[in-house]
Every structure is written in C-alpha cells, then in structure tokens.
C-alpha cells in the first residue's frame, strides 16, 4: 500500500461505514438494458483476488461495518464465492447475496446455507417469460423460477427484486401475484434509476406519470388486501418527484462500495463523475479511504453546497439529492439535483418526462420511432461506447422493441 491519505481540515466527525457492498466482478449473463454498472465495464476487467478481498472485508469490519453485500455483474460466476461468504460470517458480518439466480445450483445453495449466508436477493424482470427474456436478453426467466423455489426450500427470507419502467409498470398486480405465488418476503419494486445503461436507454425506459399514478394505485391495494403478508417497497422514480431523495443517506455516510478492481466508490454510479481519483484498496487502506480521501470528503457536510442547496432548510434530510444526477443532468455534480422543484434546472427534468407521455400518446406499442434502438448491455456495445463516449451508433448490438 501507498503511504496514508492526508487528513483533510478538521469537519464534523464523521461516523464508520455501516454497509460494504462487494462489487466481485462486472461478468454477468444476463444483458439487462437498465443495468446501473459503468458504460466501459468491459474495459475493466481486473478482479480483486480472494485474499484481497478477504483483508477489504476484515478492514471494512474493524472499521465498523454491519452488513455485507455480493453482487456485480453476477457475484455466483467467482468460483469463491462460498469462501468469502464463510469469512464475512465468521467475522460476524450479515451476509446478503444479490444474485440473477444464474448460476445458483441446489448444490451451491445448500453450501451457502452451511456456511450462514443470511439473505437472498433474487432479480426478475418481469412476471412474464417473454418480457423478463426479452429485457434480460437471456432466456431465463424458467431458471429463475427455479431458483425461487429452491431458495424458499433452503428456508431463506428472500427479497423478489424487479426494475420498473415503462415495459412492466403496467404489469405491477401480476408482479404481485407472482411473488405471492413465490412466497416472497420482500417485494422491491425499484423504479428505474437512470444511470449507466439505464441512462444510456432512457428514451425507451422512461414512463409515463399516468402509469406511475395507476402502479402506485396497484400497490396500494394489495398492501390494504395482503398486509404484511409481502412486504412491499415501492419508490416513486426520481423524474416524477418536487423533491430529491437522501441518496445513499449522503455521500461517504453509511455506503462503502468496492468496484471489481478494487477502486473505492461512496455509491454504485459514482464512477460517472469525472474530475474525482477515486482511491483503490490496492494503494491505501479501507480506513484511510474513508476517513481522509478526497473523494470521500468532497460532498460531505453542507460545505460544498451552492444555491439553491446552500440556504435551503431541508439539506439536513436530503444533502442536495444525487449528485450522480446532478451530473448526468446538468454537467456538474456540485450542482442541485433537478429532480428538486427549487432547482434553476427543473424544468428540464419535467421536459423529459414530457417527452416520454408525447412519444407514448403518439406511438402507444413502442417507445420513441425517432429512438435508436434498445441498446443492451453486452461486451461489444461497451467497448463501443468506451471508446467513443456514447451511448451506440450503427454497429452497436440491439434490439427491436416488443410488441
């Protein structure tokens, strides 16, 4: 490792990270059109060895972290997997895997179980097999199914994971229904974030406000019939809000990521920022990564604010929203997110959602005509949008719409 981080200007203390999210690899089967890792994911294909994560693990523990989650890509193509679930019990971490389900055999469930995995988050894409394999560009969804009821077998509290947009929103009773069915705990119903890929597909995926109002509808009818039976969380998406939410409970706050090569992250999308070295727990250890890093300390406390956020009461509750966001929206991630209705860039969020219920009453089947098509997340369309730093042109691999 590299001598410590310097320590930044005394700030107000700054409290341990209480959830390690272990990015074991960006290696996935699955080709998801919303899928929130980094555009040029396949151009970083270095991978922490075991050891290495198990001493990120060990760091990130005696720092203070409580829960500890697997995912990637898809966390079951690492062959040790088992063995970094086996350490984070022992260290007395709680264990979440976040898996597609590929991959996941009955003889690998049983091992996990032996070795006190604590909780199972299962993607579908949709409740039927042609939507879930058409979105995933896989055929999947029997796989799946499968290994719903394995986990249920295995006696496991599972969360029934399913990205909403505009494809699916419509389908929300039979969501339901099909983790019903499934025996489901937990029911996320995670409205698009438009980061990454799903930026990269906005056009295609963005709904509109009449199927967000009929889906909340939905939801809350089933939590008034079933109770608790399923536990239901559905999140107003971002576009549709007056005000930003508490991303990641503000930056450097309670999240650690690990990306696959090691690279230190304070939320998922945050390597769309430009302009920020993130560290790597290669160079510098978890410890100083957290505490002293510049990256970890450039949005957190209210120091770094402009207007509207600089004045405004409710930046205890939600730290200026996302600054990934802000980024994607404005060009500046110290700006406001303008999802928040007292942001100067409002109105431009409200044109996007325009524009989607426009291209929806024009051409109700399809998403936007003028629109390239549906670009999937697959090896050669990352190379191709990491070299030219955008999102497809005529070669990229995709798809026609669904009828």
């Known amino acids: 490792m590299s001598a410590p981080l310097p320590h930044p200007a005394p700030r107000p203390p700054i409290a341990a990270p209480l959830w390690l999210l272990a990015e074991l690899t960006y290696r996935c089967p699955l080709h998801c059109a919303f899928c929130y890792n980094p555009i040029n994911y396949a151009n970083e294909r270095a991978e922490l060895s075991t050891a290495q994560w198990i001493d990120v693990m060990r760091q990130a523990r005696k720092l203070g972290a409580a829960q500890l989650g697997f995912s990637g890509g898809e966390p079951l ?54 939507m879930n394999d058409f979105l995933s560009s896989t055929k999947t969804f029997d796989l799946k199914s499968r290994v719903a009821r394995l986990i249920k077998q295995y006696d496991y509290p599972m969360v029934l994971n399913v990205v909403l947009h505009r494809y699916n929103l419509d389908h929300v009773g ?28 906005r056009a295609h995926l963005m709904p509109t406000r009449e199927q967000v109002v009929r889906a909340e509808e939905v939801v809350n009818q089933y939590r008034a ?3 608790n039976k399923v536990r239901i969380l559905f999140v107003v998406p971002d576009y549709f809000e007056e005000r930003p939410k508490a991303c990641m409970n503000g930056w450097g706050s309670v999240f650690l990521g690990i990306a696959p090569d090691g690279t230190a992250l304070p939320c998922h999308a945050a390597r769309s920022l430009p302009g920020i070295a993130f560290p790597n727990v290669l160079d510098y250890s978890v410890h100083d990564i957290w505490y002293a890093s510049g990256a970890f300390n450039r949005y957190r406390g209210d120091a770094w604010m402009k207007s509207p956020c600089r004045d405004c009461p409710e930046k205890s509750k939600d730290f200026g929203g996302c600054r990934c966001q802000a980024y994607a929206l404005t060009g500046d991630a110290a700006n406001a997110d303008p999802v928040c209705a007292k942001s100067p860039r409002h109105a431009e969020v409200q044109a996007i959602v325009m524009q989607a219920q426009h291209a929806q009453n024009s051409h109700p089947a399809v998403a936007q005509p003028q629109a390239k098509p549906i670009l ?20 990229s691999e995709a798809a026609d719409e669904p009828r």
């Open 376 to 395: 999937f997340r697959t090896d050669a369309n990352s190379r191709r949008m990491g070299n030219d730093g955008k999102p497809g042109d005529g070669r």
């Open 77 to 130: 193509v690492r062959d040790d997997l088992e063995e970094l679930v086996g350490e984070g019990r022992r260290l007395g971490f709680y264990t979440n895997l976040i898996t597609s389900g590929v991959g996941l055999t009955e003889t690998r469930l049983a091992r996990l179980k032996e070795l006190g995995l604590d909780h199972i988050q299962l993607s579908f894409q949709d409740s039927t097999k042609e």
């Open 174 to 201: 039979r969501i339901i229904d099909m983790a019903l069915e499934m025996g489901v705990d937990y029911l996320e119903l995670a409205n698009t974030q438009y980061y990454g890929w799903g930026l990269a597909n």
């Open 225 to 227: 019939r079933i109770g």
